[in-house]
Nanobody
Framework: VQLVESGGGLVQPGGTLTLSCAAS????????MGWYRQAPGKQRELVSI???????STADSVKGRFTISRDVAKNTVFLQMHSLKPEDTAVYYC???????????????WGLGIQVTVSS
């Protein structure tokens, strides 16, 4: 299973970015999908997660500014980021739980990460 992130880059404070993560591989079904981030010198932290049923959970630090969504048909999860702040600068990682199509076992996967830099 591969998770490929896109949409990162450099943006000014107050700006907007939308991250995308497309999943591919021999997958029977998806479970939770979401985004984590890791800033330099800090631990990886949960940003937002969306369940297979569409329920979401978002970190307090980004609540009201970031919105997670998913396109089930395209096996893609999105993170819309508004009113970006310098403290949002980090590598953002896509995460997915899934049932594989070969053994029908529950697994998880991570993307390689994508850089988001908020700076003037």
């Amino acid at each position: 299973v591969q998770l490929v992130e896109s949409g990162g880059g450099l943006v000014q404070p107050g700006g907007t970015l939308t991250l995308s993560c497309a999943a591919s591989g021999r997958i029977f079904s998806f479970g939770d999908m979401g985004w984590y981030r890791q800033a330099p010198g800090k631990q990886r932290e949960l940003v937002s997660i969306i369940t297979a049923g569409g329920n979401t959970s978002t970190a307090d630090s980004v609540k009201g500014r970031f919105t997670i969504s998913r396109d089930v048909a395209k096996n893609t999860v999105f993170l819309q980021m508004h009113s970006l702040k310098p403290e949002d600068t980090a590598v953002y990682y896509c995460y997915s739980e899934f049932i594989d199509a070969d053994w029908y076992s529950r697994k998880n996967a991570w993307g390689l990460g994508i850089q988001v830099t908020v700076s003037s």
